[in-house]
Every structure is written in C-alpha cells, then in structure tokens.
C-alpha cells in the first residue's frame, strides 16, 4: 500500500509565503505524478499544480508566478511554496500522487489527508 502525508498548513497574512510538503511512502515502484489541489467548501476540487515524472509542471492560472512546484525524488516528496498569498488562496489543499505499485497491483492513485491553509487580510 502507499500512503501520503502533507504538512505545512496554517495561517499567514495577505502577501505571506507557506511551503506545503507531501511525502510518499510505501510499496512504490515509480511515480507518474504528484499533483497538489485545493477545496473550499461547497465548491468542487480544483487542480492547483501538478509535477510529472517528465520533469513538466503545470499551474493553475491562478496561482501561476506565485506558487512553485518541486519534487525530491531520493525522498518521493513534493512540496508546493506559495509567495504572495491572498485571502482567496484560503483552502484544504490535498496532495495526490500517481504511479505504479511495487508489490504487483499495478497503479495506484492516493490522496492525503488534506491540509487548511488560511490567508488572512
């Protein structure tokens, strides 16, 4: 089985940074993607970022020239830095990760737990 926990949430002010991080652990054999998206609620889950086992990333309009995408590949985390939050950024952000299992079940897709990230203004 593979699991994934993320970290970094909390509050910040208006024009604050957080770095999220979520890290995968378990019978992995590769990593197709990992992608980082958010849930206000009462409205559907929306894609905030994405990182491929390519080396491609892409970015929800949004946050683009904001918010970074990186991965750790010796330790199969991605971490999401956010600069220049606003009050709209305020969110569960949820980690979800993609690839092939390393005990024989073929592919696997996980969420995390989530994380809230609230900006104040």
């Known amino acids: 089985q593979v699991q994934v926990v993320e970290s970094g949430g909390g509050l910040v002010q208006a024009g604050g940074s957080l770095r999220l991080s979520c890290a995968a652990s378990?019978?992995?054999?590769?990593?197709?993607?990992m992608g980082w998206y958010r849930q206000i609620p009462g409205k559907e889950r929306e894609l905030v970022a994405s990182?491929?086992?390519?080396?491609?990333?892409n970015y929800a309009d949004s946050v683009k020239g904001r918010f970074t995408i990186s991965r750790d590949n010796a330790k199969n985390t991605v971490y999401l830095q956010m600069n220049s939050l606003k009050p709209e950024d305020t969110a569960v952000y949820y980690c979800?990760?993609?690839?092939?299992?390393?005990?024989?079940?073929?592919?696997?897709?996980?969420w995390g737990q989530g994380t809230l990230v609230t900006v104040s203004s």
């Open positions: 979800n990760v993609r690839g092939v299992s390393g005990s024989g079940y073929g592919f696997f897709e996980v």
């Open positions: 378990g019978s992995i054999f590769s990593i197709n993607r």
């Open positions: 990182w491929f086992s390519s080396g491609s990333t």
